[in-house]
């Protein structure tokens, strides 16, 4: 009998192995992709300038791709993709080879960034009016664009250099040095094993007798949604008005952070469980799929808005918390989406 792998985890290989023909098509060369007189131009600029480049041509294409999606030209369109690919990728390569701060720095580094952050949202809108076959192409170049996107991000703070290359998938590296310790001050009075996930006394308690899937699932996003809300009561400059005393008042910004990772982990870890040992029934996993993708809907905007009151504080380790919880939403719904397809596609 054939061990069942965790149900995000296959889901997410799926997602890649629908990707594979991307790589035939992803063959073409900068210098097929950017016109002759540009591109001789490019070879000869400077890095703040390269990028310029770059972003007309990103911008040019994704003109055309939308054309193409609209109708439904499926050999052009995916030849689209595979250039925003290999331009996200040559804008990448140009980012490791520059070293000078002030370039880091650079006004264009800023217009790339924001630029990036709207054709992201473009290519997402755009792969939902394409079949569920071909879908999967999208991935490769928005996650090549999204890995740039937060690298140029986190570059705006202090032209820091010392964090590894992939921002999506491990911890970064980082000296510790001048940052601000933001919000409150004070440690979190939390001890024991919740303290590693920032969870209260009362949270850690819920999530020890929720045996159910469903029930389970549902502390585990009232703790990622309560992070968020108190991240927005803050920001607002809201005073705490219900009667009992606010639990999270001595939890920073980092903690709310990192305890919004911690249970979308372990929301995505429970639903694996569940499948892979058989605890819960296909039409239990099904409703814990679509309670994690509606709430990973409502939470992905909620972060993106945050990036603003990253930026006024000016902490590089703040940025990569909200990096990690960004890439964490983003694979969960990605995760989700598929799962719910596959299911629906067994029940046909």
């Not at 009075?189 to 699932?217: C, M, N, S, Y």
């Not at 705490?240 to 990772?261: G, I, K, R, S």
């Not at 569940?274 to 939470?299: P, T, W």
């Amino acid at each position: 009998m054939s061990q069942t792998k965790p149900v995000l985890m296959l889901f997410l290989l799926f997602i890649a192995l629908t990707s594979t023909g991307f790589g035939e098509s992803g063959q073409t060369g900068l210098e097929e992709i950017i016109p002759p007189t540009t591109y001789r131009n490019y070879l000869r600029a400077n890095y703040p300038d390269r990028l310029k480049i770059l972003r007309t041509t990103i911008q040019n294409i994704c003109t055309h791709l939308k054309i193409q999606v609209g109708r439904n030209e499926q050999e052009e369109f995916l030849q689209r993709l595979a250039e925003l690919k290999i331009l996200a990728d040559e804008a990448w390569e140009r980012n490791e080879a520059t070293t000078s701060l002030k370039l880091l720095r650079h006004k264009e580094v800023k217009r790339m960034e924001i630029f990036l952050r709207q054709k992201i949202d473009l290519l997402e809108d755009l792969k939902l009016e394409v079949g569920y076959e071909i879908r999967g192409n999208f991935y490769p170049p928005l996650e090549s664009m999204d890995r740039l996107r937060k690298k140029l991000f986190l570059q705006l703070f202090e032209g820091a250099r010392e964090f590894e290359n992939d921002l999506g998938t491990n911890a970064l590296g980082f000296s510790g040095r001048n940052l601000i310790r933001t919000s409150v001050v004070s440690p979190s009075p939390v001890q024991g094993l919740h303290d590693i996930d920032r969870f209260t006394e009362d949270e850690f308690r819920r999530i020890q007798v929720a045996r159910e899937l469903k029930k389970r699932i549902e502390v585990l996003l009232e703790i990622a949604e309560s992070r968020l809300a108190e991240i927005d009561r803050r920001k607002a400059s809201l005073e705490w008005t219900e009667e009992e005393p606010n639990p999270l008042e001595f939890y920073t910004y980092d903690d709310l952070l990192h305890a919004y990772n911690r249970a979308l982990e372990a929301t995505m870890h429970s639903i694996d469980e569940h499948h892979e040992r058989g605890l819960s029934q296909l039409n239990e996993i099904e409703n814990a799929l679509e309670e994690l993708k509606d709430g990973c809907e409502i939470f992905q905007p909620r972060l993106k808005g945050l990036e603003q009151l990253i930026r006024e504080i000016g902490s590089l380790e703040l940025a990569m918390k909200l990096s990690r919880a960004q890439d964490f939403t983003t694979k969960a719904l990605e995760g989700t989406e598929a799962g719910l397809e596959s299911l629906k596609k067994r029940r046909e």
